[in-house]
């Protein structure tokens, strides 16, 4: 019995409204999951998540591997209990930070053997390991683990990697103890070459899924050139699984990925940007630290009804920013989170209404986009 069910419900065009059914929960997708790295979503709490109507979040399998570790973590009743989260969890494979480590691993055919960011001791991850540490975590989503490719690369390079990602794939569905609790998600590859991409979807959807990731994107190639690979890998997975974009993005990444048929994103930007001082808001961004602020009566953002929106005025959020208190992240990522929640509902209700709807969504959405090699503006 298979641990994930998707059900489409409505498209347009590419873009798909449906329900994946996993052991934790129904998602309503398209839907965005909140990057809780260390087994927590930085600054906010398990009933902030519920608040902010999250409705499943992501968890590194690397980063929880090395510590506390996952028969730590099985000992503790699991994931979901040890994290006080009653939700859906879905863990990456390892793949991409064991790739970010750079000159801190090697790749052969049985695994990477890398060096711990944390006490420097070697460690080797297989297919089999990936798969034994998340169904000790208890997971609802385990990733396969593959090759992540770095950009630019080489046709030759990505064909070989690529192939290696089918092997260490099939290791993975080989190695599983729990498809009734833990559904398995493969990851496409191909790098930038569009006959690869088609190649390998065409060639892993064959193997019968529970779900397929669109990955090795988000790794430094221009954003055309991401969403092409992003609508080439969706529309080679089968309509009846899901379909899932690993890592992006900002909130126009989001409507651009569900027009190209994807239905799971999920990102650290919300959080991250929260750090930094950004927001999200019905007006564009807005950068609370900037000093037009400071006399700001008025809410972050007055068509949100999250509790930073509906209790602070901006002008209490700027200075809790200025004087470093720990409160202003959590609020902004509160927010944000809100945020990002109340645009997928959007995009959900759109694909139900039709094509305009969808048009004047993805026309709103240039007020979030990023101005070049910059940091976040205000757009107000």
């Given at each position: 019995m298979s641990a994930a069910r998707y059900t489409l419900l409505a498209q347009t065009d590419a873009a798909r409204r449906g329900t994946l059914t996993l052991p934790h929960?129904?998602?309503?997708?398209?839907?965005?999951?909140?990057?809780?790295?260390?087994?927590t979503v930085k600054a906010l709490t398990p009933v902030d998540l519920q608040d902010a109507r999250v409705q499943m979040v992501l968890a590194n399998t690397y980063h929880l591997w090395v510590r506390p570790g996952h028969?730590?973590?099985?000992?503790?009743?699991?994931?979901?209990?040890?994290?006080?989260?009653?939700?859906?969890?879905?863990?990456?494979?390892?793949?991409?930070?064991?790739?970010?480590?750079?000159?801190?691993?090697?790749?052969?055919?049985?695994?990477?053997?890398?060096?711990?960011?944390?006490?420097?001791?070697?460690?080797?991850?297989?297919?089999?390991?990936?798969?034994?540490?998340?169904?000790?975590?208890?997971?609802?989503?385990?990733?396969?683990?593959?090759?992540?490719?770095?950009?630019?690369?080489?046709?030759?390079?990505?064909a070989t990697s690529t192939a290696r990602t089918t092997r260490w794939l099939k290791r993975c569905i080989a190695a599983r103890r729990a498809p009734e609790a833990t559904a398995l998600f493969g990851i496409?590859?191909?790098?930038?070459?569009?006959?690869?991409?088609?190649?390998?979807?065409q060639e892993i959807s064959e193997l019968d899924l529970d779900g397929y990731a669109v990955g090795g994107l988000s790794v430094g190639e221009?954003?055309?050139?991401?969403?092409?690979?992003?609508?080439?890998?969706?529309?080679?997975?089968?309509?009846?699984?899901?379909?899932?974009?690993?890592?992006?993005?900002?909130?126009?990444?989001?409507?651009?990925?569900?027009?190209?048929?994807?239905?799971?994103?999920?990102?650290?930007?919300?959080?991250?940007?929260?750090?930094?001082?950004?927001?999200?808001?019905?007006?564009?961004?807005?950068?609370?630290?900037?000093a037009r602020?400071?006399?700001?009566?008025?809410?972050?953002?007055?068509?949100?009804?999250c509790y930073a929106c509906a209790r602070f005025s901006r002008a209490y959020l700027r200075h809790c920013f200025t004087a470093n208190e720990i409160l202003a992240p959590r609020l902004l990522s509160l927010h944000n989170i809100t945020f990002y929640q109340s645009l997928m509902a959007r995009l959900r209700a759109a694909?139900?209404?039709?094509?305009?709807?969808?048009?004047?969504?993805?026309?709103?959405a240039g007020r979030w986009s990023l101005p070049e090699g910059g940091e976040p503006e205000p757009a107000e």
């Amino acid at each position: 019995m298979s641990a994930a069910r998707y059900t489409l419900l409505a498209q347009t065009d590419a873009a798909r409204r449906g329900t994946l059914t996993l052991p934790h929960g129904t998602v309503q997708t398209p839907a965005f999951m909140p990057v809780g790295t260390q087994g927590t979503v930085k600054a906010l709490t398990p009933v902030d998540l519920q608040d902010a109507r999250v409705q499943m979040v992501l968890a590194n399998t690397y980063h929880l591997w090395v510590r506390p570790g996952h028969e730590r973590i099985r000992a503790l009743g699991g994931l979901h209990r040890m994290m006080a989260w009653d939700g859906p969890i879905l863990t990456d494979s390892g793949g991409y930070q064991v790739f970010s480590l750079k000159e801190f691993r090697k790749i052969s055919e049985e695994g990477v053997r890398f060096r711990s960011h944390l006490d420097g001791q070697w460690r080797n991850l297989t297919p089999e390991v990936a798969v034994e540490v998340q169904e000790a975590f208890g997971v609802d989503v385990a990733m396969a683990f593959d090759e992540c490719i770095e950009w630019p690369a080489e046709r030759e390079h990505v064909a070989t990697s690529t192939a290696r990602t089918t092997r260490w794939l099939k290791r993975c569905i080989a190695a599983r103890r729990a498809p009734e609790a833990t559904a398995l998600f493969g990851i496409v590859q191909g790098g930038m070459y569009e006959d690869l991409r088609i190649a390998h979807a065409q060639e892993i959807s064959e193997l019968d899924l529970d779900g397929y990731a669109v990955g090795g994107l988000s790794v430094g190639e221009p954003r055309e050139e991401l969403f092409a690979m992003a609508r080439v890998g969706a529309a080679h997975l089968p309509a009846h699984k899901i379909r899932y974009l690993m890592g992006v993005g900002y909130p126009i990444d989001l409507v651009d990925g569900v027009l190209a048929g994807i239905d799971l994103f999920d990102c650290v930007i919300p959080t991250r940007s929260a750090r930094f001082g950004v927001a999200f808001t019905s007006r564009g961004k807005v950068t609370i630290k900037h000093a037009r602020y400071r006399d700001d009566p008025g809410p972050l953002d007055p068509e949100c009804s999250c509790y930073a929106c509906a209790r602070f005025s901006r002008a209490y959020l700027r200075h809790c920013f200025t004087a470093n208190e720990i409160l202003a992240p959590r609020l902004l990522s509160l927010h944000n989170i809100t945020f990002y929640q109340s645009l997928m509902a959007r995009l959900r209700a759109a694909i139900d209404e039709g094509p305009e709807a969808l048009a004047r969504l993805r026309g709103e959405a240039g007020r979030w986009s990023l101005p070049e090699g910059g940091e976040p503006e205000p757009a107000e």
